[in-house]
């Protein structure tokens, strides 16, 4: 996975995330819209409406913190989401 941010302010970012597809841009998105900060979360990946671009290009707008910050978490929380899941099934 490659990240390159293309645009930041203190409170949106918008940046690519290589190499991803819609699942994984699609857990991501809702996590963020799931956390507190977040006032928008969503992502383009159709080149033909976004001119010509092939990786997926993530948007985030926070309430008022950094949006690199909420996104930082939001990755926390898929990694601690996905670790008791995978204890869960350890467990059964």
Known sequence: ??????EKT???????IAGEDHTFMNVLKGVLLETDDVAAATYDMNPEQSG????????V?????DPL??????????????????DAVKAA
Do not use: F, H
């Not at 010509?52 to 948007?59: N, S």
């Open 1 to 6: 996975m490659e990240l390159r941010v293309i």
């Open 10 to 16: 203190d409170t949106e970012l918008r940046i690519e």
């Open 52 to 59: 010509g671009q092939t990786e997926p290009v993530l948007t």
């Open 61 to 65: 707008k926070s309430e008022s913190g």
């Open 69 to 86: 910050d909420v996104l930082a978490e939001g990755a926390e929380s898929i990694t601690d989401r996905t670790g008791a899941l995978r």
